[in-house]
């Protein structure tokens, strides 16, 4: 005769679901209701990767091939949460920045950020963050308050106390200086930024308190490699402009 349990202390994905049993036989056949099956004598652990209602099923057999009736039992395995941290965020140094994580319906979750130093309130979903003079990482864990199912996700803040203008960036799509970015604009709000090709012809242009990044690309067509002119207009008190040029590098 087929017959199990399951137990878990959380249904939620990738989190261990116990198999137990009291039969005994020489055979396990496992049919998770998620297209997986499995031999594996009980007791023993299984992880759903995704949420849903599933319906496990067992036959077992003996040595000589005598084999059960299939047992079922059902399970739901409840989604995790999905939180977004919000964007990673350029400071001045000592100022304050609030974290714009978001996640639907707020009021069904428990919040926990870390590490909760630099934040006015760690356990709310938009905290304040005053970081020091270093980046730092925060990461947000959103918990149901009925299933307990939780997941987590980072924002990057960084500060900065002045400006400067890299050079050349190599926008190949390595995840290493793939776009062209001025972290310190941070503190001109009121910032233009303009790409220009030798022939004189803007190619970028971004305003506002948004910080640039230019991906070496024109009307959607990727830029030849070369050298590029560049002005920044800070519109500060002292209305600087500063031009350079920057290279993309393949």
Request: proline share 8%; net charge negative.
């Amino acid at each position: 005769v087929a017959t199990f349990s399951i137990t878990a202390d959380t249904l939620c994905p990738n989190k261990p679901v116990r198999f137990s049993s009291a039969s005994t036989a020489s055979n396990w056949n496992w049919n998770y209701g998620n297209g997986n099956t499995g031999n594996q004598a009980p007791p023993f652990v299984y992880r759903y990767a995704n949420a849903g209602s599933y319906d496990v099923s067992l036959t077992v057999t003996d040595a000589i091939g005598c084999g059960s009736a299939p047992h079922t039992e059902h399970i739901d395995i409840m989604p995790a949460p999905s939180v977004n941290a919000g964007p990673d965020k350029f400071v001045s140094v000592g100022a304050s920045v609030t974290l714009e994580a978001s996640i639907g319906n707020p009021g069904n979750y428990d919040f926990i950020w870390s590490p909760a130093a630099y934040l006015s309130d760690p356990t709310v979903l938009n905290p304040t963050a005053t970081p020091g003079n270093d980046p730092i990482t925060f990461i947000i864990t959103a918990t149901d308050k009925i299933s307990f199912c939780s997941a987590s996700d980072a924002a990057i803040i960084t500060p900065v106390s002045k400006l400067f203008i890299p050079t050349g960036f190599t926008p190949n799509n390595d995840g290493k200086n793939d776009v062209w970015a001025i972290p310190g604009l941070a503190l001109y709000p009121d910032a233009v930024v303009a790409v220009y090709s030798r022939w004189g012809e803007k190619i970028f242009e971004s305003k506002g308190s948004g910080i640039p990044a230019w991906d070496g690309k024109y009307k959607g067509v990727v830029l030849p490699a070369g050298i590029y002119v560049y002005q920044v207009t800070l519109n500060d008190a002292g209305k600087q402009v500063l031009k350079g040029t920057v290279a993309i590098i393949y």
